[in-house]
């Protein structure tokens, strides 16, 4: 039997975040006036969003949008949806935008809304008038050229048509840039919708390349069967790896032999049914047990506070890939650079959507649109980029790829500050 992660020692994202800033702050000796700049946000906006429901009666629901900083251009990130929002979790969200924007080094800050709400207890006229409420409540610090959401957990491409609806008509203007993972017809950018998974799939191959590791012979571990693990798990699947086990919330699957990722790919699509009901050629699994399986690669493509202190000591695979944001504690972290296990941490490996968002956004403002080779080449280039630099500054100075990330991104940040500055009474 396997134990589940302890409940005790679980910090917020806001927190494991904050701690990993100061790690590169002090490591980089930083000014503690740009510490105290960075280590808290630069503004945030708390709006209480009415919504008349369809039966009659009147409901109001807290909603947050947080901008870390732009120092490095204007804010970015997504804007989620659920019962568990508040100031603090959109906070620590907030900050991580702005390590990861300056890790894959694109010209954004970082930012981070949502709305405390279940939407499954709206209908969705109910959700598109809420969104575009809340969007009217926030709009004079939006705008294309100051702070840009996007998607995240429970809004979709079709949250952000919504979105810019509202906007174009509150300015009067053509303000689609102002949200990124829009529709292709008004505004998307091809292969946005793979792009995380696709950006963790080349940080994965980068590594094994910088360690002379032949992808064919690797045999990965991905949790979490959506956006994001399955494109991952598709990607590394087409680059030669065997997957021999992936899971989503409703259990794991493993076979040694390596499973039909293809097949389970086509099926998550086409079906509202879980994985485990999808596949029957293979060996059922807990979701403990598949972070515990006896892997070269392990990607928890899930959810937060994975692997943590109850667990770390049985991870076997001797390689780690962050596709999700914060699957592995600060304190599980340690226990892990203690093992030997290298781990490539979320602000790198899960950049790629961020990325693509980008792309979007420069198409917009050019009102040209790319083809997908020419995305996937730009992404493929800037993960490369992004994945050297901070690979060889680790080795360099002997530090963890975390480390050396935070340092690299924290380094541009603060450079930022200074040159619009900052110093100059
Ligand atoms: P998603 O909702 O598409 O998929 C989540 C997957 O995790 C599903 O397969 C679900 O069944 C599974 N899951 C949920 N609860 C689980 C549990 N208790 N145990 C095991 N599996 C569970 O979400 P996504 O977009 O794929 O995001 C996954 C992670 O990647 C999140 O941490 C997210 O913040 C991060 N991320 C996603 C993107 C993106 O563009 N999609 C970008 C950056 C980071």
Redesign the pocket.
């Known amino acids: 039997m396997v134990s589940s992660p302890a409940a005790k020692e679980i910090p917020s994202l806001a927190s494991a975040t904050q701690h990993f800033f100061r790690e590169a702050a002090i490591h980089l000796k930083l000014d503690p006036g740009i510490i105290k700049i960075l280590e808290r946000p630069q503004r945030e906006v708390t709006v209480q969003v009415p919504l008349v429901k369809e039966d009659g009666t009147l409901e109001v629901f807290s909603g947050y949008r947080v901008q870390h900083s732009n120092a490095r251009g204007p804010f970015k990130g997504?804007i989620r949806f659920h019962p568990s929002v508040d100031l603090e979790e959109v906070r620590g969200l907030a900050a991580l935008m702005t390590w990861?924007c300056a890790v894959v080094n694109i010209p954004y800050g970082g930012a981070k809304g949502g709305i405390a709400v279940d939407p499954k207890h709206l209908t969705k006229r109910e959700l598109k008038t809420l969104t575009q409420n809340f969007i009217s409540m926030i709009m004079p610090v939006l705008g294309p050229f100051k702070d840009i959401p996007?998607?995240?957990?429970?809004t979709s491409a079709e949250t952000m048509g919504w979105i810019v609806a509202k906007a174009c008509e509150l300015a009067d203007d053509d303000v689609r840039g102002i949200v990124t993972?829009k529709p292709i017809e008004i505004g998307g950018s091809l292969g946005?919708?793979e792009?995380?998974?696709k950006g963790v799939a080349v940080s994965t191959l980068r590594l094994l390349k910088w360690l002379g590791k032949d992808p064919g012979k690797m045999r990965v571990a991905v949790?979490?069967?959506?956006?994001?693990?399955?494109?991952t798990a598709l990607y590394l699947a087409q680059a030669g790896c065997k997957i021999q086990a992936v899971?989503?919330?409703?259990?794991?699957l493993y076979k040694e032999s390596g499973l039909d990722i293809n097949a389970l790919f086509q099926y998550?699509q086409t079906s509202d049914n879980?994985?485990l009901a999808g596949y029957p050629d293979a060996l059922p699994i807990s979701?403990e047990e598949?972070l515990e399986t006896d892997v070269d690669v392990l990607i928890?493509?899930?959810?937060?506070n994975?692997i943590t202190v109850a667990n770390a000591e049985r991870i076997k695979a001797p390689i780690i890939i962050e596709?999700?944001?914060?699957?592995v504690t600060p304190e599980a972290d340690v226990i892990l650079g203690k093992r030997g296990i290298t781990v490539v941490p979320?602000i790198l490996a899960?950049?790629?959507?961020?990325v693509v968002s980008y792309f979007e956004w420069v198409q917009n403002q050019q009102g040209y649109y790319w083809d997908l080779d020419t995305v996937n080449t730009r992404l493929t280039m800037i993960m490369h980029r992004a994945f050297d630099d901070i690979y060889t500054l680790a080795n360099e100075q002997h530090i963890p790829l975390r480390k050396a990330a935070y340092v690299i991104a924290v380094q541009r940040v603060a450079r930022a500050l200074e040159q619009k500055g900052m110093f100059v009474g």
Request: hydrophobic share 30%.
């Open positions: 997504g990861k996007a998607p995240d957990v429970n993972g946005r919708r792009a995380t998974g949790q979490g069967f959506g956006n994001n693990g399955s494109y899971s989503d919330i409703s259990g794991g998550v879980h994985l979701n598949l928890p493509a899930a959810l937060e994975q596709a999700a944001n914060a699957p979320d899960n950049a790629g959507g961020v």
